[in-house]
């Protein structure tokens, strides 16, 4: 199960950090995720990090201002989210991808388990 928090109403060029804590699987067997859907839109990949955390993976529409961390102590995911713009807006969801499925960090359907998303607003 994963439970993501953190949503909310920031104003343009703002931070926010989300969170999604894992529980009911083996956090440290899992790359985690981030994906977000705006209104109208499909959902898209924002960033993963490999099980260890030693590596990150970003879209390029967040690259340089979105930083996914993870904490397997506390079997926990973050976004830290910096310069927000009104095209952040969105419902962010976290996703778990077991490491040896072989699967696609970018492609959600290779996800096995998903939060149940955090909605935010970014006002300009």
């Known amino acids: 199960q994963l439970q993501a928090s953190g949503g909310g109403l920031v104003q343009a060029g703002g931070s926010l950090r989300l969170s999604c804590a894992a529980s009911?699987?083996?956090?440290?067997?899992?790359?985690m995720a981030w994906f977000r859907q705006a209104p109208g839109k499909e959902r898209e990949f924002v960033a993963a990090?490999?099980?260890?955390?030693?590596?990150?993976y970003y879209a390029d529409s967040v690259k340089g201002r979105f930083t996914i961390s993870r904490d397997n102590a506390k079997n926990t995911v973050y976004l830290q989210m910096n310069r927000l713009k009104s095209e952040d807006t969105a419902v962010y969801y976290c996703?778990?991808?077991?490491?040896?499925?072989?699967?696609?960090?970018?492609?959600?359907?290779?996800?096995?388990?998903w939060g149940q998303g955090t909605e935010f607003t970014v006002s300009s």
């Open positions: 009911g699987l083996t956090f440290s067997s899992y790359c």
């Open positions: 990090t490999s099980e260890s955390g030693r590596s990150t």
């Open positions: 996703a778990a991808l077991y490491v040896y499925s072989g699967g696609n960090y970018k492609s959600a359907d290779d996800y096995a388990y």
